[in-house]
């Protein structure tokens, strides 16, 4: 007996993707104007929220920096630390899963 769409639809679950954290980490070495330019220029930051992000970064060792899907936060981890080599800082950002 042939289903009808109206039932296969009704078993397919649609779940939305998993999502990670990216992270910056505290260094002795990275200006803290550097890392509000990469926040305002990865992470599309406006300046009062990427001074907050670099505050907490400088005082807690770390801050999230947004939350995406994993490709989303891979490339833009990639993209801190390939800007941060091409300006001599040794500048981390790192993702874990967001639970």
């Not at 599309?44 to 929220?49: L, S, T, V, Y």
């Not at 995406?68 to 800007?83: C, N, P, S």
């Amino acid at each position: 007996m042939a289903r009808t769409i109206e039932e296969i639809e009704n078993e397919i679950e649609v779940r939305e993707p998993p999502l990670y954290r990216v992270i910056l980490h505290n260094d002795d070495y990275t200006t803290m104007e550097f890392v509000v330019e990469v926040l305002m220029t990865i992470f599309h930051k406006n300046r009062d929220e990427a001074e907050e992000i670099m505050w907490t970064v400088h005082e807690q060792g770390k801050a999230i920096c947004g939350i995406y899907t994993f490709e989303i936060a891979q490339t833009k981890a990639e993209q801190v630390r390939i800007l941060a080599r091409r300006n001599a800082f040794p500048l981390l950002a790192t993702i874990e899963a967001d639970d």
